[in-house]
């Protein structure tokens, strides 16, 4: 029988995505890294998601992640659409550059 | 006996006059004005003989005017649209609606050539009239405190609005406002009186107030009774507040007739006579209204010495002989000052109608100082004039010997101080009017306008009052008829005093010759030599400027400037905007953390939830 | 079909549809359906007028459907004789509200009246609820119409003085929302009967220090609105950018939603902390009738200066309130009424002014009594009335309110009746520098008499003041009712005797009846 791995190796790997996410969607400056920061942080949310419907041996939590997962997946599909429509009409991707909302 | 038709006729020539008197014709104007009140005149009259001999009031109900509460009930209002006659009612309907009706001829031949402001004031002018008899009858039929006060107050609207007649000439409208401000100031009085009587007699009919009045304690009638004789000195323009009067004299001639010496001054005197019951159980009041009274008397008679206007002679005149006629009831000689009330009525209009038909022929001259030698070229002014001269003098048998008389007898008894001051004053007005007629008729003439008698729409009415002035006092024995409406006064006979006060009139005529006619330059000289005495009364002695001083300009410039500037706007607003921008200002400060950048609120709940994270790892988890 | 049901939603109704107006004829149409269906509106009320029956002091048409379930919210709405009236005086300023903006508003004239509409809906709804949480909900309705009429048809500071209208109302009836609540949490009820009828029988009881906590919170959002001294800044802001209907209908029937909110509500909830304040609510009012008339005094704004004397005027009211006689109560509902007439009229007859002559300075005017005779006397009578003439309408309630005022402290009329000199002196001479004088030459090219629909406007408000002035009884007996019936909840419902804190010898006076 094979030892399982233990619960908090999950949660850690989580832990350590979801700051990688956060840390990328402070820093970087390329909206298409910031896009893809959030989705990190999706995902590590959906890994402890699970991990947690897994310890407690409770359905809630695979359903949490398919929500999240669609949401992320409809959410991408727009970003994506009105990333490629910022790069058309300004041809930058520098999120600094994107502030015509503001003043 | 439908008294309610005796005002109800001018207020209807007010009310067409008033609406469509701007499409009337002239005579269509004076046929309505006139008419009505000829009406009501006939109608006093048909009312007098069918109600006999009236030793008791006539009252009649109408309609409830006001009322609050239930009856029996606590603080129960019940003000009723009442009128009353009685017989002191009867010789002030007489007085209002008989020279009410003479002025309105008379203002016939006056307005004639009127072309006021606003398509000629022709029409304005009678309808105003109107409304002014309307609220006096009111004000003598009003059977209750409330009612009379209706027409107190309605008199002073028609004053004020007539007094400002020529309204594109801001001295009439700056005396009209003064008229109605001042009598504002003893309407308070008044209105205060009238609370109080209700406070303690839960009523302001006549008849309820005056059946409790005699047996309330005498401080609460003598405070009504001070009160009361507040609303007395604005109306009858005594001291301190006779300061309207002179100016009123802005309006047109005969309004100052009818309304400034006739009817509207003498109802504080009306009012006064009416609340005997209070003021003869408040012997302090009387005291005090008789001092006012000869006090104004004086002061005015003074004044009246140094004018050269001869409209403001004839004001300060009556003014003067109003103190007279408050001294009169001030020393329970109620019907000795209802009876001067009434050949004053006389006299007076006379000299203002005169002094009219003057100015008239002079195409509106005022000045007397460019006047002289009249004599010949308007004669039937000049002799109704002289009538109301010797009337005003005190010469007896005329109608002002009988009244002042009566009165001069009641002070002396009353107290021999105020009966010297009203000889002495006696001898002013004797003087001061010779001095206005020799200035005005005799002497040569000194003006360039080329005089021309007034028309018999004029001096018609002008012979009637003079034939009044005359033979008024003999005809019409006012105590005798009213003594039964008051209390009896002491029959006394004291031949002495009418020969001192008759020797004052005459001696005030005779000076005046001296001065005026004989040696034409003593008057001059005389005011030279007494510059600083001269100065002060040919100024009336500066009471308009001191109430400016003490009274107008500190409340318009504290108003100004502490209570809008300072309070309002300062202290108020500054505290509402002070508020206001202090939360601006600490808005300004969180705002800075709204910068718009979506990665800074990122930042901003990263830092959040660290803190959080170290909290509950420092506390021991959440809290609970 | 509930008569006073349709009064009230009739303008509701009105307000909708007239949002339906298609914007291409919104003007004329806009305006023909806002004079047509105010017009429908006032009838409907004399309706109510006609089967109200004065001799009876008890609410009439009483409607009670539950509104919402929990919390236990009541749609109940009934009428009394002096609610009564001040429907009556909504229903009659209104379409005299619309024919005085005829001209004066050309640009979103749709929006206009359907707000003008839908404030008439508000003030009838404060006027009839009875369920305290209804009332609260009109008493906002009101607010946002008015904020829209002040800041989108005024004058030049518009928004300063809409903002500062909106902050400080809010900033009282918020205070008066908590007590609801509170009220709400000791009772389980907002419906306004039931509450008199728990006091009257002793179930509630308002501890002293409670109750003086409440009833200050009712009585800051009623004062704040009458406007008492020293809230009252907002008033003249409010009123010099103001359109000159939103000016009719803020002085003319708003402002008495703060008195009839003291009258209906402060006495019989909390009648001896009422009586407690009393004094001290009395001399603010004072304050209110000197102070108002000096200001109004010196100011060079025609429309200021009559705004500071609705300051002097709703002093008169709330003197008369906190007398706690028969005769200061009358009064002071009869002041309510003519202060709607005789000050909406002045505020009509100065936006005339206004749109002829494009000014408001005193000194922009002179000698219009030449070139518009009638525009003038109406002005005249207008003035009169609101001096306190006799035979005009201000006279009777002045009167009885004084009289009221000098039963309960002789000092307090003495006092008061200072502000009826003062009335005299600010009004007269106003009218002097506007209408006498040489005419200036812009006077007389600009400045026209009365149009006929001018006349429309101002000739029911002159008969009025005749009216009321001559024949009170046709107004107050129904008032009187009401009145005794306050006057004696505010005598019965008194367990607990309100102290103040700081000691108080004029207090007593209060209790003398």
Redesign the interface.
Known sequence: MMTAVPISWFLTLSAILFALGVAGFLFRRNIITVFMSIELMLNAVNLSFVTFSYQHKEVAGHLFTFFVMVVAAAEAAVGLAIILTVFKNRSTLNIDDVNSMKN | MQLWLIPTFPLAGFLINGIFGRRFSKSLVNTVAIGSVLLSFLWVLKTVLALGDLNTAHLEHYFTWIQSGVPGGNHYINIGCDFAIDRLTVVMLFVVTGIGSLIHIYSIGYMAHEHGPNFGGYYRFFAYLNLFMFFMLVLVLGASYLLLFVGWEGVGLCSYLLIGFYFDKKFATTAGNKAFIVNRIGDFGFSLAMFYIFINFGSLDFDKVFHQAASAPEWVLTTIGLLLMVGACGKSAQIPLYIWLPDAMAGPTPVSALIHAATMVTAGVYMTARSWVIYTHAPGAMDVIAIVGIATAFMAATIGLAQTDIKKVFAYSTVSQLGYMFVGVGSGAFSAGVYHLMTHAFFKALLFLGAGSVIHALSGEQDMRNMGGLRKKIPITFWTMCCAWVAISGIPPFSGFFSKDAILLAAYQHSPAIYWIGVLTAGLTAFYVSRAMFMTFFGAYRGKAHPHESPAVMWVPLAILAALSLFGGMLFKIPEFLKASFPAEAEVENPMLMYISVAAGLSGIAIAYIMYLAKTGMADSLARTFSAPYRLIYNKYFVDEIYDATVVNPILGGSRIVLWKGIDSGVIDGLANGIASRCRDVGGILRLLQSGSIRSYASWILFGGVVLIVAMGLFGGLPR | MNLLLTVLFLPLAAFILALAIPRSTEERASRLWALVSSLGIFVASLGLLAYFNPALSSEQFVTDVPWIGTPNIHFAISVNGVSLWLILLSTFLTPICVLVSWNAIKDRAKEFYAFLLLLEFGLIGVFLAQDLFLFYVFWEVCLVPMYFLIGIWGHGRRIYAAV?FF??TMAGSVLMLAAIIFIYNKTATFSYPAILSMLASGRLVFPPQEQLILFLAFFVAFAIKVPLF?L??WL?DAHVEAPTAGSIMLAGVMLKMGTYGLFHFCLPLFPSAARACAPWICILAIIGII?GS??A???PNMKKLVAYTSVAHLGFVVLGIFTF???GL??AVYQMLNHGVSTGALFLIVGILYERRHSLEISDYG?V??VA?WLSTAFLITT?ASIG???LNN??GE??V???A??AN?SW??WA??G??LS??YM??MY?RV?????AHEVRAHVPDLSPREWAAILPLIVMMVWMG????SF??PV?KTT?LVLDQTTKNVPTRVQLPVHNPSAEVAHV?
Request: hydrophobic share 50%; glycine share 8%; with cysteine.
């Open positions: 500062k902050l400080f020293p009252h800044t003249p102070y000096l200001v005094l010196v100011q006689t028969q005769p009358d009064g000698g009594a030449t005779p009169l003439l006799p035979t006279f009777v009167f009885l004084l009289q009221g000098a039963i002789f009329a003495v009746s200072l009826v000199i005299a002196c007269l001479w002097q209408f006498y004088g040489e005419t001559i024949y009170s009884q107050l007996a009187g005794a009846r």
